[in-house]
């Protein structure tokens, strides 16, 4: 078992900067970002492998950055926060994975979320 509790999000205005942090009560292989925003399916931002590899999606790559602080935490760093970046997002962890993944079903554990708002 794995308990992931988010910190950080909120609201900022568009061209803004926002941090992340999720902490987990034990270690997990992938520990990785998703959001969802209302009347959307849930998709995947970033992904980290034992801190070591890293996977984003293609419409944050450049602008958001995930890291492994320690073994069991992870921060996901945006900058040049857009509109469309407005969703809730979800920490989430997979015990065992072989790659850093952006799919939800790699992974078993998964945070409560924290709100992000971007306003133009």
């Known amino acids: 078992q794995v308990q992931l509790v988010e910190s950080g999000g909120g609201s900022v205005q568009a061209g803004g900067s926002l941090r992340l942090s999720c902490v987990g009560s034990?270690?997990?292989?992938?520990m990785g970002w998703f959001r969802q925003a209302p009347g959307k399916e849930r998709e995947g931002v970033a992904s980290d492998y034992v801190g070591a590899f890293t996977e984003y999606a293609d419409s944050v790559k450049g602008r958001f950055n995930i890291s492994r602080d320690n073994a069991n935490t992870v921060t996901l760093q945006m900058n040049s926060l857009k509109p469309e970046d407005t969703g809730m997002y979800y920490c989430?962890?997979?015990?065992?994975?072989?790659?850093?993944?952006?799919?939800?079903?790699?992974?078993?554990?998964w945070g409560q979320g924290a709100q992000v708002t971007v306003s133009s």
């Open positions: 989430a962890a997979a015990v065992i994975c072989s790659w850093p993944s952006l799919s939800p079903s790699v992974h078993n554990f």
């Open positions: 034990n270690y997990a292989q992938c």
